[in-house]
């Protein structure tokens, strides 16, 4: 694949949304929170559930309270019995490395990655989005909009995660403000013009999109 395509997509989205600064959280252990709350839901219902820790939001207080209590705080966010169990497990993989986003960094990234993928409740994505936006890792992340998003440009999208993962990776540079924000650039434009039903007039992307063909 010309990876010259994926680059252009890139400077449009730039010139149109700037950017970004995702992920949206006021510490990398909220950034892990939102990603694993954020499964299944819209994001406002994740702002609802993380307002309701008022200002307690911590790996300590986590591990401290009972699931019962963590299920009555996480609620708004939908599929509470399971992410609750779900975070009490993502606040015990970041308890080995005593809560410290600079020790996590230091370890293989590779072996990071796996270390979270098996953790309960921690599919690729998720997993993604903690390295990316909380540790602050190269690696990109992939979602529905973003395979939405290939497929209504012309590509011939894989059907595994890192395949496709591995199309940004091997034809982008790695640096992590890029991946960030071009990621976020995929949301913020599926959430604008690239819907399950298209709008197309003023996407920056209309004069390349098959879709508009």
Partial sequence: MDGSILN????????RY??????????PYEVMVGAVLTQNTAWTNVEKAIANFEGRLSPEFVEG?????????IRPAGFFNQKA????????WFK???????????????ELRNELLAVRGVGRETADSILLYALNLPTFVIDAYTVRLLTRLGFDVPKKYDDVKALFE????REVGLFNN?????????KEHCRAKPICEGCPLVEICKQNI
């Fill in 18 to 27: 700037g950017n970004l600064n995702w992920w949206p959280g006021e510490t």
């Fill in 182 to 190: 071009y990621h976020a650039c995929i949301v913020i434009n599926a």
């Fill in 65 to 73: 309270i009972s699931t019962e209590e963590l299920v009555d705080i």
């Fill in 96 to 110: 080995q490395y005593r809560y410290c986003v600079d020790t996590a960094r230091q370890r293989d990234f590779a």
């Fill in 8 to 15: 252009e997509i890139y400077t449009r989205f730039e010139q």
């Fill in 85 to 92: 169990g779900y975070l009490k497990a993502v606040t015990q």
């Fill in 170 to 173: 091997t034809n982008l540079l």
